[in-house]
């Protein structure tokens, strides 16, 4: 099982699973075009949690859970829970706080980008080349001696931290814990936030994609990387795969519309599209893997992967509290109106851009 999970076979199964899974959870009940959304879902349940309060995307997605606990088990049936520390553990937090501000700039991580193009939703393809962009960047920080330094092996308590939270959310979500008339935790009433598959259905699938993912390294950023930086494929075929299937999957269920206007939580402003991706992009190759490498790393004991995971927390509720997120396309009165990041956030977009930057030009061995 090792070596087919390490082969090419192995990463384009996990890939074409996951994106069947991420497209079916929209039949399910999650919002559309948004199976799986790694940012939006760690939005969504900032909110939960009261860290912000806009109302309508406020609920603990199970998805998340599930990706810390499948990564958990994979780590311990295949002995890699490692729990380790100690690389640069405040800039990793920063760099999740500005991925996070890019990514909801653009209105998705790159999970979401793929699974938008594989629903039709060509403002994606903007999205994918800033990505793309990012990551180059950040490869070529890495080319010039860029490093956060190597983390270390440290105690079993720190590589139990994530997990335990991610157990504390599910205990809150399933009984539904109200910590007052007025306090957390938050349910929305409506809007994405009020779109959700079942508990279980999302958990279960969460399981399923944390534990692929470990076994095969399966990463939305690694894939750029390696090839840009080592021309290898493995990781892309695996992207490759996720894209095909959730393609094939929206055709079989009736999921796929073609065009830019009026795309589902998704806004047609081409250069905060581009730019919000470029951050997240830069951002993930700094850090070393895409925001679900991130949680499944947190899972196998990676404390940085965790403290740049609580980075995209914090992120999502500066991105909200402070008017910085961008805003879908809407029609009114039959007339298209543009949505976007508004200027704060246009402007928090272009200092994470420059303050990246300097991370990796300052961080050079």
């Not at 996990?14 to 929209?26: E, F, K, W």
């Not at 909110?47 to 088990?73: D, K």
């Not at 246009?346 to 994470?352: C, E, R, S, T």
Request: charged share 10%; aromatic share 12%; with cysteine.
């Amino acid at each position: 099982m090792t070596e087919f999970f390490a082969s090419r076979r192995g990463i384009v199964f996990s890939g074409a699973v996951i994106g069947v899974l991420a497209s079916l959870l929209v039949l399910w009940g999650n919002p559309p075009n948004m199976g799986i959304c790694v940012a939006c879902f760690t939005r969504d349940t900032a909110g939960a949690l009261g860290l912000h309060r806009a109302s309508v995307v406020q609920y603990i997605r199970p998805e998340l859970i599930g990706f810390v606990w499948g990564a958990l088990l994979a780590a311990f049936i295949f002995r890699e829970f490692r729990p380790r520390a100690g690389s640069a553990p405040i800039l990793r937090f920063v760099l999740g706080f500005f991925a996070m501000i890019g990514a909801l700039a653009f209105l998705g991580c790159p999970w979401r980008a793929y699974l938008r193009l594989a629903a039709g939703d060509l403002n994606a393809v903007v999205g994918i080349a800033g990505f793309v962009v990012g990551v180059a960047v950040g490869v070529w920080f890495l080319k010039q001696g860029y490093s956060l330094g190597r983390s270390h092996r440290t105690g079993a308590a720190a590589g139990w931290v994530m997990p335990g939270i991610a157990l504390l959310l599910l205990v809150l979500l399933v009984f539904r814990v109200k910590f007052g008339e007025n306090n957390a935790i938050f349910f929305s009433k409506k809007g994405p936030g009020a779109l959700h598959a079942p508990i279980i259905i999302s958990l279960a699938v969460g399981l399923v994609a944390g534990f692929l993912a470990q076994r095969t390294r399966f990463c939305t950023m690694g894939a750029i990387r390696d090839v840009i930086l080592m021309r290898d494929t493995h990781l892309l075929s695996g992207v490759i795969a996720f894209i095909a299937a959730a393609f094939v999957t929206n055709l079989a269920i009736g999921k796929f519309h073609v065009g830019f206007a009026a795309q589902p939580i998704a806004h047609s402003n081409h250069l905060w599209n581009f730019l919000g991706m470029v951050l997240a992009g830069m951002s993930f190759a700094l850090a070393g893997g895409c925001p679900g490498r991130q949680y499944f790393m947190s899972g196998e004991g990676d404390g940085d992967a965790a403290l740049f995971v609580l980075g995209m927390l914090v992120g999502a509720a500066f991105a909200h509290n402070f008017s910085l997120a961008g805003v879908p396309d809407k029609v009114v009165d039959g007339v298209l109106k543009v949505g976007g990041p508004p200027i704060w956030g246009q402007i928090a977009v272009v200092v994470g851009i420059i303050v990246v930057a300097a991370i990796g030009w300052t961080m050079r061995e």
